[in-house]
């Protein structure tokens, strides 16, 4: 059984999914703080559990029988701290499931830190060097399941990306908060050094890339970077979304829209003020280029990204017929464990 950690959350949904879709796949069991789930196309090989994985107990019996369990639960940047005891639980109930439990985790790449990145494109053998108290705690969980994976408690495998985007309301995405969420005002405000690189990845293949990985045998035991959409400067990266967006409503169905191709808006700095303070710790990011090589990945596994120009379409397809709000989606709730 394919168990999801996070099947409500911005990753988890879409892994869900993902999983869905593979032929003569195992059943899947979608675990949530809510017991619902996000699913495109109703699916009855897909079971909703509500679970607290802050509680060991509960999140045991919510991965009672698990033969791959996806890690892929996140918190807010204020809440972060509670990522230690979520990664120590999940290590735990994979444990007593028994040592063959695989254990596939979606991560970030925050743990590099400042001085990695004025290395060059972040590879998976980069030391861990983050400053700040949010990067090191991303390295110390990297680092507790794969040291659990060496002892033979479990079989681990890590999926890390850079900042992501795609259609839905997605949390601590710089995209969709700065540009896809602004589409149609007057002006686009970003930090950072816009002409530097940056590469960015596309929500649904994250979620491809880690069923990848937890189908795979020799995925474990590794990190992995997953493949990204692009790495263009910022300011190539937003324009192409802005200028795409001017003539998007062309394409659409013409209750959509009333007018000629809406004009561009400019691009504004915003002051460092503006920015979460839980935020700034990782503001370097922004300002040097922030480059992530999943040469790899690509060298290993049969795998094409998502072009480009397609991504936008279908985030900017969203925010067109959602109005920035969910569209309507199966939500299947189990028992409470």
């Given amino acids: 059984m394919d168990v999801v950690l996070g099947a409500n959350g911005n990753i988890g949904s879409y892994v869900v999914n993902e999983l869905r879709m593979v032929k003569g796949g195992d059943p899947i069991r979608a675990v949530s703080k809510t017991g619902k789930f996000i699913t495109f196309v109703r699916s009855y090989s897909v079971k909703g559990v509500k679970a607290n994985a802050l509680d060991l107990n509960s999140l045991q019996t919510a991965v009672k029988g698990a033969s791959t369990i996806y890690h892929c639960i996140g918190r807010p940047y ?35 830190g400042r001085e990695s990145t004025l290395k060059g494109p972040l590879t998976e ?27 033979g408690r ?16 997605m949390y601590n995405s710089f995209l969709n908060t700065y540009v ?35 189908k795979s045998e020799k995925a474990f035991g590794q990190v992995w970077h997953i ?48 920015i979460s303070p839980e935020y700034q710790e990782f503001l370097y990011q922004w300002e040097h280029d922030w480059q992530v090589d999943s040469t790899k990945f690509t060298q290993a596994f049969s795998f094409s990204s998502t072009p480009f120009l397609k991504a ?26």
């Avoid at 120590?88 to 590099?112: C, F, R």
């Avoid at 050094?193 to 960015?200: Q, R």
């Avoid at 169905?253 to 460092?272: G, L, Q, T």
């Fill in 312 to 337: 936008v379409e279908e985030t900017c397809e969203y925010y067109y017929l959602a109005g920035g709000e969910e569209l309507p989606k199966y939500e299947d709730t189990g028992k409470i464990i």
């Fill in 227 to 274: 493949p990204h959409i692009c790495s263009f400067t910022l300011r190539k990266t937003v324009e192409s979304i802005l200028k795409f967006d001017s003539t998007y409503e062309l394409h659409v169905p013409p209750e959509f829209w009333d007018n000629e191709p809406s004009p561009i808006p400019p691009i504004r700095n915003m002051a460092k003020t503006q």
């Fill in 154 to 169: 479990l079989q681990a495998t890590i999926g890390r990306g850079s900042d992501y985007f795609g259609p839905g309301k």
């Fill in 125 to 151: 053998t980069m030391p861990h060097r983050a400053q700040g108290p949010k990067g090191k705690l991303r390295a110390e969980l990297a680092e507790k399941l794969l040291q659990a994976h060496k002892e």
């Fill in 78 to 112: 204020a809440k972060y701290s509670e990522l230690r005891l979520i990664m120590d639980n999940v290590i735990q109930a994979a444990t007593k499931e028994g040592p063959h439990t695989k254990v596939v985790y979606a991560d970030v790449v925050h743990m590099y």
């Fill in 180 to 214: 896809f969420e602004k589409l149609g005002c007057s002006e686009i405000r970003l930090f950072g050094n816009l002409d530097k690189v940056h590469s960015f990845t596309f929500i649904p293949d994250f979620a491809r890339a880690l069923v990848t990985l937890g």
